[in-house]
C-alpha cells in the first residue's frame, strides 16, 4: 500500500490521562501496522480541555476539518474540574457531542469481555462470569437525552418535562447495525431491550425491531424489558451475545456491564454512522487525580485501537492480534495499579507488545 492509499487516523489525546493512554494506543497501532503490512499516518489534533486552554474552544474547526477527512478518530476523554465553571456551550465534553452530530455517529458500540485472568476482578461469582462476551449497542443520537424539555413554576409548584422521541428510521438503522455486527459473531444472537409493556415508544421500537428481524433470518433475535435485562446481566451474564437498545437504556446497562468487568480500564467504545469516520473512545474518563504520573491504565485504549481496526477500517485480523495480544498479558500476570499490579502505562503497553502474534 502506498503512502497515497494510507488510511488517516485523527488522533485527539483529550484531558487528563488521555493523552498518556492515547499514547500507548497509538503505539501499539503502529506496531500492529507495520506486521500486517496496512499503512497508517496519524494525525493529531486539539479538541476538550487542551483546546479550551489553546483555542478558546472546545473543538476548534480545524480539529473538526481534520476529523470529516479521516478514516477514524481516535479520541481521548474529555473534560476535568478545571472547567467545569464554564457555560455548557463551552465544557469540554461538548467536543463529543458535536463529533457525534455533526457526524451522524447514532451506533456506539461497548464491549464486555471476561476472560479467565479478570474473573477475580469482579464482583460476581467466577462461575457467574467467566466467559462473558458480550456486545451493546446503543443508539446515541435520539430518544430522552435529544427531546424537548421544559421546566415551569418554582419551588413546591416546579414541574420539569422530558420528553422521548424516537422515529421508526431511527430504531430500524440501529437495530440493523446490531444485527450485522451479530453476524460476524459465532453466536448470531441479538436481544432487543425495552420498556413495550409501559412506553410508546418501546412499543414502536418492538415493532421496528421485528421487522428488521425477518431482514436477519441467520440472526436469533429476542425481546426483552429493561428491568428483566439489568437483573439478568447480573445473574446470567453469558447468556447475551448482542444487545440493542435506546440512548437511556443503553447508558444505564452498557455501565452495568463494566461493572460486571470489575473495572473501566478495560472497557473500549466505538461510535458509527453509516460512514466514515467512526468515532474510538475508551470509557474510563479523564482520571484528572492520576494524571500525569505515568500509571494510568492504557487497557480500554489499546483495546479501542482494536476496535478502530475492526470497524473502522475493516480490517479483523490486526484488529484480533491486539486482543489477543492484552489477553496473554493479562492472562501472564501483567496488571497496572488500579488493577492490584506495578506496572505503570508505559510498561503495561509494553507487555502488550512483547505478546503481539
Not at 453469558?238 to 460486571?260: C, H, K, P, Y
Amino acid at each position: 500500500m502506498t503512502g497515497r492509499d494510507a488510511r488517516r487516523i485523527a488522533v485527539i489525546p483529550g484531558d487528563g490521562i488521555g493523552p498518556e493512554v492515547i499514547a500507548q494506543s497509538v503505539r501499539v497501532l503502529a506496531e500492529v501496522a507495520r506486521r500486517h503490512e496496512l499503512a497508517l499516518t496519524f494525525e493529531e489534533g486539539l479538541a476538550g480541555g487542551a483546546a479550551l486552554d489553546a483555542r478558546g474552544h472546545p473543538i476548534p474547526p480545524e480539529t473538526l476539518d481534520l476529523c470529516r477527512r479521516s478514516d477514524a478518530i481516535l479520541l481521548g476523554a474529555c473534560g476535568g474540574p478545571r472547567w467545569e465553571r464554564l457555560p455548557v456551550h463551552l465544557r469540554p465534553e461538548q467536543a463529543l457531542f458535536t463529533l457525534r452530530r455533526t457526524l451522524e455517529l447514532y451506533a456506539n458500540l461497548r464491549p464486555a469481555v471476561v476472560s479467565a485472568p479478570l474473573a477475580d476482578a469482579s464482583p460476581l461469582r467466577r462461575e457467574v462470569v467467566e466467559g462473558t462476551d458480550l456486545l451493546i449497542v446503543r443508539e446515541l443520537t435520539g430518544g430522552l437525552y435529544f427531546g424537548a424539555q421544559s421546566r415551569t413554576g418554582e419551588g413546591a409548584r416546579a414541574v420539569a418535562t422530558d420528553t422521548l422521541p424516537y422515529s421508526a428510521a431511527e430504531i430500524r438503522r440501529v437495530v440493523r447495525r446490531a444485527c450485522e455486527i451479530a453476524r460476524t459473531r459465532p453466536r448470531r444472537k441479538v436481544t432487543s431491550v425495552d420498556k413495550a409493556n409501559v412506553l410508546e415508544t418501546s412499543r414502536l421500537w418492538r415493532e421496528v425491531a421485528t421487522e428488521v428481524g425477518r431482514e436477519f433470518p441467520d440472526v436469533a433475535l429476542e425481546h426483552m424489558l429493561v428491568d428483566n435485562c439489568a437483573l439478568q446481566l447480573v445473574r446470567n451474564p453469558r447468556q447475551f451475545d448482542v444487545v440493542v437498545t435506546e440512548n437511556t437504556f443503553g447508558d444505564i446497562l452498557s455501565d452495568e456491564a463494566a461493572g460486571v468487568m470489575g473495572t473501566l480500564g478495560l472497557m473500549p467504545s466505538a461510535s458509527l454512522g453509516d460512514r466514515p469516520p467512526g468515532l474510538f473512545e475508551p470509557v474510563h474518563g479523564t482520571a484528572p487525580d492520576i494524571a500525569g504520573q505515568g500509571i494510568a491504565n492504557p487497557l480500554a485504549a489499546i483495546l479501542t485501537g482494536a476496535l478502530l481496526l475492526r470497524y473502522g477500517l475493516g480490517c479483523e485480523a490486526p484488529a484480533a492480534s491486539i486482543e489477543t495480544a492484552v489477553w496473554r498479558a493479562l492472562a501472564d500476570g501483567c496488571r497496572t495499579t488500579e488493577m492490584g499490579g506495578a506496572l505503570g502505562t508505559a510498561a503495561m503497553a509494553d507487555a502488550v507488545l512483547a505478546r503481539l502474534p
